[in-house]
C-alpha cells in the first residue's frame, strides 16, 4: 500500500471509529431512540454481530495506524539522514538574508551551533572581502528568480575561513513568504590545489631555464626560458634524450662525478658548458633533481638552470683586467708569481730547471722624458711583441711594472748547466731581436736591454727566483748595460752593498763626498794637455769608490742631475784656477756626461750658466759623449750639441766604436774629437781586426777634420802602434792613472818642460 493510500485509509478508520463510538455511547446513555428492552434477541444479536464486526474492523485500523506510525518514523529519519546530513550545508535564508533553517551539515561547516545560526544574518558568516559577492548575486536571484551559482570565502566560528562553493535558488516557504535556498560546498581543498597548481605553473615559467625528464633522460617538459636559453622550441625538444645540449667541452670524468653526485644526494648542481640548437656553446649554472617519490625509485630529473655565460665573460673580463697588464696584454706581475709557482711544482715533479730572465730596458727613462709617454709606451707595447714572438709558446712572457719584463722558461732541461746555456741563448737570440730599430710613430728608436737570469729550481721560492733575476739584471746593468748576467751568490752580496750604497749616496754630496780625480792625456811628446774629470767617492767608512760602484744608481734616482752639476762646476772652477797659470793656462778638461743629464730640456741652459758664473774660456772645457746619447735621440742631439758649441765647448765622443756609429750622423755633429775605446786598445797589436777597427776610426777622424785619442793605453807597445797609425793623443795608466787633484799638478809639474 502507497504511502498516501494508507493515510486516507487510517482517515476512513478514524471517521469509522467516532460513528461507532457515538452509538455505543448513545446506547448507553439509553438516549437512543429505542430501550435495549425493546430490542428483540435477534435485534441485540444483530447489534453485537455489528459491533464485533467494529471492533474487528477497529483493531484492524489500529494496527494500520502503527504501521503508518513506524512508517512515518523511517520517513523522518530518512529525512534527517538526507536533510541534516547531507553532504552539503542547507540553509534557508529570508529575502532579507537571515537564516531560518540551517541543517547539520552546515552547523559543522561553520563551527557554529544551529541556535547560533538561526535568526541571525548569513552575511555575518561571509568572509568581509566576499560579502560584496554575495550581495550581487542574492540581489540577481532576487530579482530574476535565476539561480545563482559562486564561490566565496566563508567564516567560521572560530574565525578561520575556508573556501565555499555557494548555490541559491528561489523559494516560497508554506505561509507564502520569499526564501532563499542556499547549498553551502566546502571547496578548500579544490582551491588551495588550483593555487598551488597557478604557483607551480607560474614557478615553471621562471625566468629560469627547467627541463624534466624521464629516468632515462627522455625529455618530457621544458618550460619558456628553456626555449629561449636553448633555442629548442617544446615541441622539438619534448621525446629528444637531454644530451642534445650536451657541449663535449666537459669529459666523461665530469658527467660521471655529476652522476654520482646525483645518485648518492638526489641532487647536483653546478656550472656546465652546454651547446644551443644553434651551436652555440654557452655557459649555465645547473641544478639537478630527482624524483624519486616514496622511495620507489627515480621517476624524474628536473633540470633548472639559468644562463650565465654573461657573467663568465665578465668574470673571465675581471680575471683579465685582474692578471694582465692592460698596456701590453701580457700577464701581470700577479699572474707572473701564480705562474713562477707553478713552474717550481713542475721543476720538482719533473725534476728539471727552468729560468726567469728578468728585463729592464736600458734609458727607458731618458726616452720616456724627452718623447713623451706614449712614445714609451709604444716601445713598451712593441717591445712586448717582440720578446712574445721570440719565445715558446710554453714559455709566459710578462710585465713586472714600468719598464721590466720577465720570461719564464718551463722546464728547460734535467742538467742545470745546459738549462743556463738555453736561457743564455735566449738573452742572446733578445739582443740580437734588439738590434733592428723600433718604429715608434715615425721615430726610429735603437733599443737596448739588460737581462738577468735565475734558474728556476725546485727548492726555490717565487721571491727569491725573481730576487735572483732582479739582482743579476742590476749586475747587468752595473756591467754597463745591454748585456746579460746569470745570478750567482755573491751577487746577493753585491745587491746588498748596492742598496746600501742608494741611500748612502743621497747624503755623499752635501757631505761633500766626491771628488774628482784627473787622469792626464799625453801627446807624443808625453806633454800634458789636459785631463778626463772622473769622479770619485771618498767614502767614510768604505774608503774611495769608483763610478761604476754608484754612477748607474745615480742614473736610477736621478741624483745624477744634481752630481752632474757638481762635476760640471768643480770642473770650471778647476780650469778657472788653472787659467791663472801659464804651466796649466792651457789645459783642458773632459767631462763625461751622461744621457739623463744631457736630455734634460734646460741642460744647454745649465751648461752655460756655470760656464759665465766660472768666468772660464769655455774652449777649454769638453764635453765626453758616449754614442748610445748621441744615437738615442739624434736631432735633439744635434739642437743642443749646436747650441752647445755656440758656446765655445768642445766634444768628444767618449768610447767610441763599441756603438753603431755611422758616417752619416758622425759629419752631422760639431764634433771635435773621437774616444777610442779601451776595449781596441787592450789587444794591439796582435788583434787583426781591433787593430784595422782602429786604424779606420783614426782614417775617419782625420777625413772629418777630428782629434783623435786612445784610452786605456797601458803598454809602450799600444802606444807605439797608436803613433804610427797617427793618433797622437793617448790617456791611460802607461801615463798615469787618474790623480787626486794635488798630484795631478805634480804629475804636471814633473812632466812639463
Ligand atoms: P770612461 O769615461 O770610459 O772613463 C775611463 C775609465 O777608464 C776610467 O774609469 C779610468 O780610470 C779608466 N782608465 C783610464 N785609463 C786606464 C787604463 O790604462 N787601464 C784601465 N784598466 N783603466 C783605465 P773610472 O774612473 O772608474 O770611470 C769609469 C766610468 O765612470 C767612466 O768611464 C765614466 O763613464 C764614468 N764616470 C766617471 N766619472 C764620471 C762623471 O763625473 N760623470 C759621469 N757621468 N760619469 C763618470
Ligand atoms: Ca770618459
Ligand atoms: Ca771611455
Known sequence: MSSKKRLINSKKAKIDAKILREKA?????????????????DKIQELLQELHVHQIELEMQNDELHQSKDELNTVKERYFDLYELAPVGYFTLTAEGKIL??????????????????????NNFIAPEDQDIAYLHFKSLLSTYASQSFELQMIKGDGSKFWAQVDVSHSQNSIGQRT??????????????????????????????????????TILRVNQAFT?????????????????????????QFYARLWSTLSTQGRWQGEIWNRRKNGEVYAELLTITEVNKDGLGVTHYVGNFSDITEDKEAEAAIHRLAYHDSLTGLPNRRLLQDRITQSIYTSVRSLSYGAILFIDVDYFK?????????IGDLLLVDLAQRLRANVRQSDTVGRQGGDEFVILLDELSHEMSEAATMAQQLGEKLHEVMKKPFDLNGFEYHCKISI??????????????????????????????NRLRFFDPT?????????TLESELNYALSQKQFYLYYQPQVDTQGQVQGAEALIRWHHPIRGVIPPHHFISLAEDTELILFIGSWVMESACSQLKKWEESPLTKTLQIAVNVSAREFRQINYVSQVKRIIQTSGINPSRLKLELTESIVLDNISDTIEKMNMLKQLGVTFSIDDFGTGFSSLSYLAKLPLDQLKIDKSFVDNIPGAKNDELIIKIIINMANGLEMDVIAEGVETQAQRDFLEANGCITYQGYLFSKPLPITEFEHYLKLNSN
Not at 547560533?116 to 544574518?121: Q, V
Not at 542556499?182 to 588550483?194: G, H, M, P
Open 25 to 41: 455511547e448513545r446506547i448507553a446513555s439509553g438516549t437512543t431512540f429505542f430501550s435495549v428492552e425493546d430490542l428483540s434477541p
Open 180 to 217: 532563499l535556498r542556499l547549498i553551502i560546498n566546502d571547496i578548500s581543498e579544490r582551491k588551495n590545489t588550483q593555487r598551488d597548481l597557478a604557483i607551480a605553473a607560474i614557478a615553471f615559467e621562471s625566468q629560469n631555464g627547467i627541463v624534466i625528464t624521464n629516468a632515462k633522460g
Open 491 to 499: 751577487m746577493q752580496e753585491a745587491l746588498e752593498y748596492r742598496n
Open 452 to 481: 738577468g737570469i735565475s734558474l728556476v729550481t725546485k727548492d726555490a721560492t717565487v721571491e727569491d727566483l725573481l730576487k735572483h733575476a732582479d739582482i743579476a739584471l742590476y749586475k747587468a746593468k752595473d756591467e754597463g748595460r
Open 228 to 252: 629561449r636559453i636553448t633555442g629548442y622550441a617544446a615541441k622539438e625538444a619534448i621525446g629528444q634524450y637531454i644530451s642534445i645540449l650536451k657541449s663535449g667541452r666537459q669529459g666523461e
Open 366 to 374: 731618458t726616452l720616456n722624458d724627452t718623447r713623451g709617454h706614449n
Open 101 to 122: 533553517q540551517a541543517n547539520l551539515t552546515a552547523t559543522i561547516l561553520l563551527s557554529t551551533p544551529k541556535s547560533a545560526l538561526i535568526n541571525h544574518l548569513f
